[in-house]
C-alpha cells in the first residue's frame, strides 16, 4: 500500500475511536457489561467459525514454515476458545473502574476533594501471533472506557477478524458504538509503523510480543508507550530454603511452560547450600530435561553446561536455564539489578529479614517469596484477564488488568469557596 | 560549551543521580525526614545569603530588561524564604510514601498479593524563572526516595544555587548521597537538550514552564515527560447558578492572581442567566479593572470588547478574560473539549445534575463545583507542595506532590506454591 494510503486508512479509525472513547467514558456499568457477556456468547456461539478462520491462518503459516512453537501460539482449538470465552466473563463480572472514587478527603478551607478514575482514551494494542489477545485486550479496554485499535500479527489476520467480530457483536447489542473495539482492517506492516506516529488519536500504546516489535515500538513511537521487556526472571536460593518447597516451586518456575515470559531463565543458589540444595534442585531440572547452563561454582556437578557470560540476562523461552553460585543475598540482588528485566524475581528462604531485604531491594515488577514465578499473571492475580505485563515504572506495572488502563481526575466541591490571597 | 563538554558534563551528575537513586529507594523515612527539616532550618538560617544570591540575579535581570513580572518572579524577599522554609517542612510532615501497601488481598491459590509503593528512580526537573522550585522540588523528589536533576532558568542561576546548599546540607546531616539532589551546575541551554536525551539515567522529566520550554521538552524529549500544558481554565455559570456564590468565585478565578496557571481564562455564560447574573459578573469583573472579551451574545453590554476566534483557548495570565454565552450546559461542555488544556474547569450551579453531569463529561484534570480554579495548587490540596500540575492522563494528573512521584510493585507471598498447568 502507498504511503499516503495508509495514512489515509489508520486515520479513519482514529478518529472514529477518538469519538468512540468519549461516548464510551460516559457509558453506564451495565451497557459495558452486556456487550462483555453477549460477546462471551458470540464467541461460544461463532465457535466453529472462529475455528474455521484459525484454519485458515494455521494453513498460510504451515505453508510459510512456521515454527511448531509459533504454530502453537497461532493454533485456536475448541478448549482455548472456550477459555476465551470465559475470559470475556471473567472481565465482565470485575468491578467497574470508571468513576471509582480512590481517595476523598477534606481540607481546612471547606473544600471536598474526591479522587476518581477515567478512562485514559484510546489504547493501540500491537501484538504478535496470539490471536486471543484480540479477546482480552478488547474486553479490558472496553471495560476501563477506553477505545482501542488492534494490530495483531498478520498471520493470525483470519483469526483475529473473527473474534472480533464477536466483540462488535457485544458493542451492537448493547447501543455502544462500535468504532470502540476496532482492527486494523490491512495486513500491510506499515500499518504499525503509522500506528506510532499517531498521536493526535492515540494515548498510549501497548506493545505485546516479542524483544523485535517492543523495540521498534519503543524507538520509533511518539504515542507514550507501557513498556513490555523481556521477562528474565531470577529464582535465588537462599541459605535459609525449605528444601520441599524450593525444589517444587524451582521445577514449576522453569518447566510448566517454558515459553511464557513468567518462566524462570536464572537460578541463583547460595553458596552455603550450593552442594546440598543447590545440588539436588539442579538434579531435579536435569532429570525433566532441563539443560543447566552453570558457573565455575556448579562446573562440579554431573550434567552441567559451563555458562558463557551470554547466559546471564537471556530470556531462553525453552528448556533451559542459567545457574550461579552467589556468596549471600547481595550478591544475589547485585545479579539481578545488573541482569535483570525488572519483571517477576523469586526468593526461596524461610529466613523473614532475607524476604525483607529482598523485597526492599529488588525493584521488579513482581517479586515473589516461595512461590513460582509462572504467577505472574493478570488472570492469576485476579483481574480477570491482563493486556501484558509492564516492565516500565511509569503508570502501569506488571499485570496490566482494566484498573491499570485508567487515569483519574479530582473532583473538588465548595459553596461559594474562594481562595485567600497569599 | 561544546557538545562533548555537555555531554561529560551532564553524564556524571547523570550517573552519580542513578547510584543515590538506589540507595535513597532503600532510605529509612526518618532519614528523610531529617533531612528535609534540616534543609528547612539551613534555609531560615541563610536568609540573608539566599537573599544575596538572588540580588545577584535579580541585578543581572535588571541590566538585561526582563519584563516587571518576569523580576516578580525570581525575586525572593524574607517572606517568600519564610515560606520556602515551611514548604520544605510542610513536606517533611507528610506521611512517607514509599513502602506504603496501597492494596493487598489473598487468592484462592494460596497467595497473598500486596501492592505497594515504590520511588520512580532519577526525575528530571526542568523550570524557569522562579527560584523556589528547587525547594520545591527537591523536597518533594527526596520524600518520594527519588534522586533529582534540576535545571532552574538560567536568570535565576545564583538563587537556585543557594538554595540547593540548604538542600545538600540536609542530605549531608541525615548521612544521605548529596547527589540525591543535583542541579544542573551550568547556564548553558544545551545541557536541557542533553537532558532530554539521557533516557539512561533518567527516568522520567517535569518541564515546568511556559509554553515554548514544554512544547520543546515534548517534542525533543527521549525520556518519559509528564505533560504540563498551559492553564486554559474555564469557569461555566449554569442557569441554576446561586448569585452570591457566582460573583464571588468568578472575581476571586480571575483576580487574585491573574498570573498563576489556575486562574480563569475564559466565562461560559448560560443563556437564560446571560442578561442577569451573567451580566452582573462582567461588571463586577471589569470594576476590578478586568477587561472583558465577549461574543456577539454579550456585545450589547457596557465595556465589553468584541472576542475574536483567537480568543478561545487563550491563557492571558493577565486582566483580561474571555466570555461567551452558551446554550445550555452541552455546549459549554463542547466548547471545554474543544478549546480546553485539560488543567481545571469549574461549575457555578444548584442543580446537583447539572453538577452530575459536568464532572462526568468533562475530561480535566480538576474539576471544580461553587469553588475557584485559584484552588488548583498542591499545598491546597493538603499534598505539602507540588512539583507543578500535569495536564496528560498517564501516571501523574492534576498537582503532582510526593505519591504521584511513585510507581508500585506486587510482593506475593506463597509457602512453597506452584501454579497449576492450564
Not at 462500535?178 to 500504546?205: H, K, N, S
Not at 529488588?362 to 501484558?388: C, K, Y
Request: glycine fraction near 10%.
Amino acid at each position: 500500500m502507498r504511503k499516503a494510503d495508509i495514512k489515509y486508512t489508520m486515520e479513519r479509525p482514529g478518529k472514529a475511536a477518538k469519538s468512540a472513547a468519549y461516548e464510551l467514558a460516559c457509558a453506564a456499568a451495565e451497557r459495558k457489561y452486556t456487550a462483555l457477556i453477549t460477546a462471551s456468547e458470540a464467541v461460544i456461539t461463532q465457535t466453529k467459525a472462529i475455528a474455521a478462520a484459525n484454519e485458515r491462518d494455521m494453513a498460510r503459516a504451515r505453508a510459510k514454515g512456521l515454527s511448531a512453537a509459533l504454530m502453537d501460539r497461532l493454533l485456536l482449538d475448541e478448549g482455548r476458545i472456550r477459555a476465551m470465552a470465559c475470559g470475556l466473563r471473567a472481565v465482565a463480572e470485575q468491578a467497574d473502574p470508571v468513576g471509582q472514587v480512590m481517595a476523598e478527603w477534606d481540607r481546612p478551607t471547606g473544600l471536598r476533594i474526591r479522587r476518581v478514575r477515567t478512562p485514559l482514551g484510546v489504547i493501540g494494542v500491537i501484538f504478535e501471533s496470539r490471536p486471543n489477545v484480540t479477546a482480552d485486550a478488547g474486553a479490558l479496554c472496553l471495560k476501563s472506557g477506553n477505545a482501542v485499535i488492534l494490530r495483531g500479527g498478520s498471520e493470525s489476520f483470519h483469526s483475529c477478524a473473527a473474534i472480533h467480530a464477536c466483540l462488535v457483536q457485544g458493542l451492537k447489542s448493547a447501543g455502544l458504538p462500535e468504532a470502540a473495539i476496532q482492527l486494523v482492517p490491512t495486513r500491510d506492516r506499515a500499518a504499525v509503523g503509522e500506528m506510532l506516529q499517531m498521536a493526535d488519536f492515540m494515548d498510549v500504546i501497548v506493545p505485546r510480543g516479542g524483544k523485535t516489535l517492543v523495540g521498534r515500538v519503543q524507538a520509533e513511537a511518539r504515542v507514550p508507550v507501557f513498556a513490555h521487556l523481556e521477562g528474565i526472571c531470577h529464582v535465588y536460593i537462599d541459605a535459609s530454603a525449605d528444601a520441599a518447597k524450593t525444589r517444587a516451586v524451582v521445577m514449576n518456575a522453569k518447566t510448566r511452560r517454558p515459553g511464557i515470559c513468567g518462566a524462570a531463565e536464572c537460578l541463583l543458589i547460595h553458596r552455603a547450600v550450593a552442594d546440598g540444595l543447590g545440588a539436588q534442585v539442579i538434579a531435579d531440572l536435569q532429570a525433566a530435561g532441563v539443560e543447566v547452563r552453570g558457573d565455575a561454582g556448579l562446573a562440579h556437578l554431573p550434567g552441567v553446561v559451563p555458562a558463557t557470560s551470554g547466559d546471564w540476562g537471556r530470556e531462553y523461552l525453552d528448556m533451559i536455564i542459567a545457574a550461579r553460585v552467589v556468596d549471600d543475598i547481595e550478591g544475589a540482588i547485585a545479579h539481578i539489578r545488573r541482569h535483570g528485566s525488572g519483571h517477576t524475581e523469586c526468593i526461596l528462604a524461610e529466613d523473614a529479614a532475607a524476604v525483607q531485604r529482598f523485597f526492599a531491594r529488588v525493584d521488579s515488577a513482581i517479586l515473589m517469596h516461595n512461590a513460582s514465578t509462572q504467577f505472574a499473571d493478570g488472570g492469576e492475580f485476579g483481574m480477570g484477564a491482563e493486556i501484558g505485563i509492564a516492565t516500565g515504572r511509569l503508570h502501569a506495572r506488571g499485570p496490566v488488568g482494566a484498573a491499570q488502563l485508567t487515569s483519574f481526575k479530582y473532583l473538588v466541591c465548595g459553596d461559594g469557596t474562594t481562595r485567600a490571597q497569599a
